[in-house]
């Protein structure tokens, strides 16, 4: 049997996606990090098994692939970023003559250049494929149209911000810092990423959420 798959980048966001498609009504995909085909997660990791899926979609094993990614935020000497995150992926597909468009409304497709037949790849970056950013700064936007939670994000960033010695890294970790902060003060804390759907924390209809629906029923309509 066929299937449709859409890679991500680590096991939180298997939950949070499958959430997602669950509520918007979109069914028959296999969301997969890439630690369950070769045991380690993460954003390269994910852009590194690319080529498993690749070959399995041209042979018609499976139907649609698409991926999702953070684009991150720069640092220093490290491939961060949406220009960056979209040269890797770039580079990965044009080992099979893939070239990539942009989709109306937000996102990518790469079409191949060798079969017009062949089936597309889609690319998401959160949080909007402008923006360098995550999955949590698409969750922090979406905050913005549910006013009591918009409250408690902003004094979870106030706590967050006002912390004179992190231990964490304040350029690169504090919006996951601030969200999981946010996540603490719940009516039921302790719940992971997921939550912010199962639970009507964020906007699902309008902003960065209307375009990523989008992306995702052309994904995989």
Same mark, same amino acid.
């Given at each position: 049997?066929?299937?449709?798959?859409?890679?991500?980048?680590?096991?939180?966001?298997?939950?949070?996606?499958?959430?997602?498609?669950?509520?918007?009504?979109?069914?028959?995909?296999?969301?997969?990090?890439?630690?369950?085909?070769?045991?380690?997660?993460?954003?390269?990791?994910?852009?590194?098994?690319?080529?498993?899926?690749?070959?399995?979609?041209?042979?018609?094993?499976?139907?649609?692939?698409?991926?999702?990614?953070?684009?991150?935020?720069?640092?220093?000497?490290?491939?961060?970023?949406?220009?960056?995150?979209?040269?890797?992926?770039?580079?990965?597909?044009?080992?099979?003559?893939?070239?990539?468009?942009?989709?109306?409304?937000?996102?990518?497709?790469?079409?191949?250049?060798?079969?017009?037949?062949?089936?597309?790849?889609?690319?998401?970056?959160?949080?909007?494929?402008? =923006?360098?950013?995550?999955?949590?700064?698409?969750?922090?936007?979406?905050?913005?149209?549910?006013?009591?939670?918009?409250?408690?994000?902003?004094?979870?960033?106030?706590?967050?911000?006002?912390?004179?010695?992190?231990?964490?890294?304040?350029?690169?970790?504090?919006?996951?810092?601030?969200?999981?902060?946010?996540?603490?003060? =719940?009516?039921?804390?302790?719940?992971?990423?997921?939550?912010?759907?199962?639970?009507?924390?964020?906007?699902?209809?309008?902003?960065?959420?209307?375009?990523?629906?989008?992306?995702?029923? =052309?994904?995989?309509?």
């Amino acid at each position: 049997m066929k299937s449709s798959v859409l890679i991500v980048e680590g096991n939180s966001d298997v939950f949070f996606f499958d959430a997602l498609l669950r509520v918007w009504k979109i069914s028959g995909v296999a969301v997969s990090p890439p630690a369950s085909v070769q045991r380690v997660n993460g954003k390269f990791h994910a852009i590194e098994t690319l080529p498993i899926y690749v070959k399995q979609l041209l042979d018609q094993s499976i139907d649609r692939l698409a991926i999702i990614l953070d684009s991150d935020t720069p640092l220093t000497n490290q491939v961060r970023g949406v220009q960056a995150t979209l040269s890797a992926v770039d580079r990965k597909l044009n080992e099979f003559e893939f070239s990539r468009s942009e989709v109306p409304g937000g996102g990518f497709v790469y079409f191949s250049r060798k079969n017009s037949n062949a089936a597309k790849i889609y690319l998401w970056l959160m949080p909007d494929c402008k =923006q360098d950013g995550s999955l949590e700064h698409f969750v922090a936007t979406q905050v913005s149209g549910n006013a009591i939670q918009a409250d408690w994000y902003q004094k979870a960033e106030s706590t967050v911000d006002s912390i004179i010695n992190p231990l964490f890294d304040p350029t690169a970790h504090r919006m996951k810092a601030v969200t999981s902060t946010w996540l603490a003060w =719940q009516r039921y804390p302790g719940k992971g990423m997921q939550s912010v759907v199962g639970d009507g924390l964020i906007d699902l209809d309008g902003g960065m959420a209307a375009s990523l629906r989008a992306w995702l029923t =052309q994904a995989f309509k």
